[in-house]
């Protein structure tokens, strides 16, 4: 895959999406800009969703990391 | 052959993250699952690749965006599987006292297009920094970044959160933001 040197690159110049706008408008450099209350409560939202995505992490993965280790050290021999 | 213990420690350690942000692009618990699974196989197969030092939960991160990615366009070849299954087929039951908030949340993530959808989730909630979530993207920064933006423009806009306080002219805003939908 061929990155391209944009990556750092571009970071620091955004295109102005409106260079006309009034100074008063330009909070954000990517487009309209959201009301701080209204980015953290999105925010606390997002991470609420994520959170209850994180709970449950089947044990299947830790298995599988140990069996995939060729030689079980510690866990697994029981089972 | 065997994986030094502390990189597999590490990757056990980025296995929830990795798994929610699965659960997240797939929108299906059972499909997350194999894909965190074909994520950590490819890993250790190709364990030589990954630089120590480096960050491995977002190596990990991209090898499973990759591989949802292929995946997801075979898949969308068979079935029309865009945003109205999303929602449905997402049944986990999260512990949480307001359950009605996270519905319309995960209903109004399900409505964002797939590149604003991950970056927002990058970003926001796995914790990673623009520069990493362009890396695991394999797109620019100001990508990135304007992707988040309008993530939550639209979110805003789903969920019918403004703040006239903040911003003065939630009319106005609203309007802006209805134009700006793609």
New interface residues.
Partial sequence: ?S??D???S??E??RPMHSNTKPSEKR????????????A???Q??????D????P??D???D??SK????V?DKGSGE | MSIDPNLRDTMLAAVPSLRAFAISLSGNVDRADDLVQETLLRAIANIHSFQPGTNMSAWLFTILRNLFRSEYRKRRREVEDSDGSYAETLKTQPEQSSRVEFEEFKTALSKLPEDQREALILVGASGFSYEEAAEICGCAVGTIKSRVNRARNRLAQLLHIDNANDFGADQATRAVLAGNGG
Avoid: H
């Fill in positions: 895959m990155e391209d944009d990556l750092t571009k970071a110049n955004d954000g450099r990517t487009g309209p800009s959201l009301g701080r209350d209204v980015q409560k999105i925010g939202q997002l991470r609420a969703y994520y209850g995505l994180l709970e992490t089947p299947r993965f830790a599988l990391l995939l280790d060729g030689k050290s």
